[in-house]
């Protein structure tokens, strides 16, 4: 069966500009959780989704950071006015359900960098 | 606030060698804990996890963790390691209990070397 998908797999941008990073998750999945992985700060949680709210947004980093779910399926992850720091590889993962007890499974990640 | 500690950054063993990778946390409540693995070029995948029972875990791969509850401890262990363990390793915790939405905190990764 298919696995979480991203996309783009590499984005490469100016600094200032906007991204948009997707993620499917598994068909069934009601959970999604975004993660970011940088060099200097490891992997760190962003954002949460259970169907289509976000009860967790505790991680964005900044209000440049935002993010939606539709139809309890996609999500986009929007990055505005990029930074340099803003430069990772951006994780999706889902899960069969929400809280603690269910395996998340991660994506390919989307690798950005803001130049 | 919850965080995981991995004390090893940078591990480098010969084929058939014994490896131990350290993970400890900090969180004031119970946990689940998780040990991912990212091999070069893939995505991360799930080693092993624990929830409950015995505190010895078996994951894929020969690979199985130990909880001591005593120590705030989930460290990882293989008997005897392969080229193809080569990759990164994440410990990873989450907070169990009510209102918890299952986010992972994880610690900074250990990479582990393989030489053949």
């Known amino acids: 069966g298919a696995g979480v998908s991203q996309s783009p797999s590499n984005k490469v941008t100016e600094k200032g500009k906007d991204v948009e990073l997707r993620c499917d998750p598994i068909?069934?999945?009601?959970?999604l959780y975004w993660y970011r992985q940088s060099l200097g700060q490891g992997l760190e949680f962003l954002i949460y989704?259970?169907?289509?709210?976000?009860?967790?947004k505790s991680g964005l980093p900044s209000d440049r950071f935002s993010a939606e779910r539709t139809g309890g399926s996609v999500s986009t992850l929007t990055i505005q006015r990029t930074q340099q720091e803003d430069s990772a590889v951006y994780l999706c993962a889902s899960s069969l359900g929400a809280g603690v007890s269910y395996e998340q499974y991660f994506g390919p990640g989307t690798r950005l960098t803001v130049t | 606030a919850q965080s995981v500690s991995q004390h090893n950054h940078h591990v480098i063993l010969s084929e058939a060698a014994s490896l131990e990778l350290g993970c400890n946390y900090s969180?004031?409540?119970?946990?689940?804990l998780f040990w991912y693995v990212q091999y070069p070029g893939q995505h991360l995948q799930l080693l092993l996890k624990y929830f409950s029972g015995d505190p010895l875990v078996k994951g894929i791969k020969g690979f199985e963790a130990e909880f001591i509850k005593s120590k705030f401890s989930f460290n990882l262990r293989k008997p005897s390691v392969q080229w193809s363990d080569t990759a990164e390793y994440f410990c990873?915790?989450?907070?169990?209990?009510?209102?918890?939405?299952?986010?992972?905190?994880f610690g900074q990764g250990t990479t582990l070397q393989v030489k053949p």
């Open positions: 068909s069934g999945h009601t959970a």
């Open positions: 990873a915790v989450n907070a169990r209990g009510s209102g918890n939405t299952g986010k992972l905190i």
């Open positions: 969180y004031g409540g119970t946990v689940n």
């Open positions: 989704f259970q169907g289509n709210s976000a009860p967790d």
